[in-house]
């Protein structure tokens, strides 16, 4: 049965906050921080990175509780408001700073402001995993949870030179104030829409608390640990990708930071207007088939980025649109196919744990959106490499960072293209689950 497209837009909705966190976070927070804001490159480096590793343990406590969680609020429902009012609190600490902040209150601030997004997240992505138990069916939930994730980060690339064009003024606080305000007004909103109208199928468990030996079995689950890797090496690429582009497109190619984030929005948007497609492709071909497309679609596009030459708009916008075809692929499909496994889970062990599985996903692409900035950011301080707007950087370090900026991203890639290829769980498989699952349901109870 397909889930009404009300539905999935009210279950969607959260990942609008979601995204204004999840890509400022990459890619205008830590430049803001070090330049606007005047706090030394290593230690913003340093600063983002410890607040992701506080913050990742966090996500499967926060799984484990939600699938222990029972009331007439539901499994859900409550942790995604809970979450969407912290979340408010931390956007306007960490989006409001001024200069001056020190190290220890921007430290503080982040980790309340990723407190939010871990409640909010968490307990969306392991209600997505639960409204429905048909293979196809998750493709189009996660499918519409990534595309308001792309339109997210969409709304909040606009936001920047919206408030230029509004106030007269070239001036990075405003574009980071004006993601803050957006955050603050919709992490509450879009929590209680979910809330009012996404409903919560019952919990599907023979038992209903797990025993630590139990959490401890999901690290020898072979489905398990390769999704795993896949997911760290797929968030790894774009993270170094996001985490050098405003340096890429600006001393790179020659571009000024305000046509960087033009070219960034032509990203976003060619990945939303694809995200429809991938949906068709894993329906028609598997989830983790169209996963392998994906992949080698992005190993092409990116790998040709350093042909684009300087200073070429047209050219820009062309190679951003084709870069930006398989963004919207890998994430929603690996976490319809962590839904199908988290079935081979229930029929194992007897447990649903949607909650800690879906969140124990999450902390992987906090990891792999932590290291590029925590590893890139001092490696090319390391080469000499100098941030600043108007700095003219040596041709060896513009060179290191052109390296760092294809072939990493690239090679990460082709390795979860290889571990991909390789998934044994497909549709067929999973309907002997579904028919397993409904055999031990249809039992007597002794």
């Known amino acids: ?22 890509l400022p976070f990459i890619v205008y927070l830590p430049p803001y921080y070090a330049g606007t804001l005047g706090l030394d490159l290593a230690a913003v480096g340093l600063i983002f990175f410890l607040v ?5 343990p966090l996500d499967p406590l926060l799984g484990h509780l939600m699938d222990g969680t029972r009331g007439r609020w539901g499994r859900y429902r409550p942790w995604l408001v809970a979450g969407g009012l912290v979340m408010m609190g931390g956007a306007y600490l960490v989006y409001m700073a001024e200069p001056g902040i020190g190290m220890g209150q921007a430290f503080a601030q982040l980790l309340l402001l990723y407190l939010g997004l871990s409640l909010m997240l968490v307990a969306q992505v392991g209600w997505g995993a639960s409204l429905s138990t048909d293979y196809h069916e998750r493709s189009r ?20 030179p919206l408030a230029g064009a509004l106030t ?31 409903p919560e199928r019952p919990v599907a468990a023979d038992r209903v608390e797990p ?24 968030g790894l690429a774009p993270g170094i990708t996001g985490a050098m582009f405003i340096f890429y497109f600006e001393h790179r190619l020659g571009f000024s930071a305000a046509q960087a984030s033009q070219l960034l929005l032509v990203y976003f948007l060619a990945g ?92 992987t692409s906090k990891i792999a959106h932590a290291l590029p900035v925590a590893l ?6 390391l080469v000499g490499f100098d941030p600043a707007p108007s700095a003219a950087n040596t041709p060896e370090a513009i060179a290191h960072m052109t390296l760092l900026f294809v072939l990493a991203p690239v090679s990460l ?34």
Do not use: C
């Not at 992701?52 to 990742?56: A, K, Q």
């Not at 025993?211 to 997911?231: E, F, G, H, Q, Y």
């Not at 890139?376 to 301080?381: A, K, Q, S, T, V």
């Not at 293209?417 to 397993?436: G, K, N």
């Open 413 to 446: 890639m082709a390795v979860a293209a290889w571990l991909v290829s390789r998934w044994p769980h497909d549709e067929t498989a999973h309907a002997r689950v579904q028919a397993a699952l409904a055999e031990r349901a249809a039992r007597p109870a002794e």
């Open 168 to 198: 007269g003024e070239d001036d990075a606080a405003l574009g980071i104030h004006a993601m803050g305000w957006f955050v603050i007004v919709a992490a509450p909103v879009a929590a209680l829409v979910a809330a009012r109208f996404v």
């Open 141 to 160: 939930v996660f499918g519409w949870w990534q595309a308001a994730n792309i339109f997210g980060m969409i709304l909040v690339l606009m936001l920047p």
């Open 272 to 363: 939303f207007a694809a995200a429809p497609l991938w949906m068709k492709l894993a329906i028609r071909i598997g989830k983790h088939r169209a996963g392998v497309v994906a992949a080698l679609v992005y190993i092409v596009t990116h790998g040709g980025l350093p042909l684009l030459p300087t200073g070429d708009v047209a050219s820009a916008v062309f190679g951003m649109a084709l870069a930006g075809l398989p963004f919207a692929a890998q994430l929603f499909l690996l976490r319809a196919m962590l839904a199908d496994v988290a079935d081979v889970d229930r029929l194992e062990t007897g447990l649903d744990r949607n909650g800690l599985l879906q969140a124990v996903l999450t902390t």
């Open 1 to 22: 049965m397909q889930l009404k497209r009300s539905t999935l837009a009210a279950f969607a909705g959260p990942s609008l906050p979601l995204a204004a966190i999840a």
């Open 52 to 56: 992701r590793v506080l913050d990742m």
């Open 211 to 234: 025993s630590w030996a139990d959490v401890k079995a999901l690290a020898r689950n072979p489905l398990i640990r390769r999704l795993l890797v896949v997911d760290a090496l797929t």
């Open 376 to 381: 890139i950011y001092p490696f090319l301080d």
